[in-house]
């Protein structure tokens, strides 16, 4: 590429889940992927962007390995190191939405670091507006079943694309305080990964707690992801009279029906005013790697009760970017780590794939700041 020595490790989250499987057809109906909800969204007020329509690579299919080769040579281009594919197990060797990853260790294609994120999360209604309603719930079984999930990612450790910090694969858990005895479970994880001649494994925990140490719990490091702390601390939007009064209602029970008669989003925000509350403010000894937020707007999946970044553009991404680059650009090379949340959540508003309103922007700034020849701000 020419572009010189990378300024940090970008690993961007990667959502499986754009092809039909058996499940999505009985719950949501025959063909159901997140395409469905991204293609019908809306806008719920006035300069609201949806939908956002993927533009290079098309509404593709991630069934075929010309998609996922694709992707993986845009976010090369681009900077990227590797994908955190979303890895789903339920307990009692129950997978959901395995067969892309599947096919990319089977088959060697494509040539793209990767490694895999533990999705611990039971699956609800989210994608239909009904969170209540549990489609799935995630489970531990216990030890032997802890083993046999270790079993089944050996493949992945062990193949020569895998993303490693000092020697050792890098594991992603979603929701590690879920866990039974977090450190008895990553514990057993390590002492399997030395069995099998493996250097071990770096754990990184997500989080939205500043002060969680990972090394009391039996992880490395830290995912910091602050996004689901905003309405906590973001100051009232000056740009939205509503929101005067969404904090306080928003942990009342009243606070969905309100806004559904109101017809305006529960949680909007202004993605200039967030990107102050979205970057670690604290100091800490252990290791933390932020989680860097190009957009948000979950609308296509939950509506009026989703939460809204509004106003995301490209030069508003290079601030948290650089700000985010910073934190982490003078450690040791192997730990100047940055997660990307995320490559291809389009029902979530979450994506740096192009789209037509910005096309290669995002994609172009993040080459700009990790190669260290961006802008100026």
Known sequence: MGEGL?????????????????????????GFTEWTNVAKAKPLFKGHYQPHVPSHLGFYDLRLDESREAQANLAKQYGIEGFCYWHYWFGYGRRLLERPFDEVLTSGSPDFPFCLG??????????????????IEQTYPGKQDYIDHFNYLLTAFQDERYIKVDGKPLFFIYSPDKIPNLIEFTD???KLAVKNNLEGLYIVANTSDEDWDPELNGCDAVNLNLLGNLYHNIPNSKHYFYQKIRNQLHKSGI???????????LRLYKY???????????????????????NWDNSPRSGLNGL????????????????NINLVKHREQQKRIIFLKSWNEWAEGNHLEPDLKFGLRYLEVLREEIYGHGKSI
């Open 6 to 30: 990378a300024k940090v490790r970008a690993i961007a989250f990667y959502l499986p889940q754009y092809h039909p499987i058996p499940e999505n057809n009985e719950w949501w109906g025959k």
């Open 255 to 265: 606070s969905y029906h309100f806004y559904k008669w109101l017809k305006r989003p």
């Open 118 to 135: 533990w999705a611990n999360e039971s699956w609800s209604g989210i994608w239909h507006g009904n969170p209540a309603k549990i489609l």
């Open 188 to 190: 057993l994880f390590r």
């Open 308 to 323: 809204i970044l509004d106003g995301s553009n490209p030069e508003l991404f290079r601030i948290h970017l650089k700000a």
């Open 272 to 294: 200039a005013e967030a990107i102050p509350f979205l970057t670690r403010t604290k100091n800490k000894d252990f290791a933390s790697f932020p989680c860097i937020i190009p």
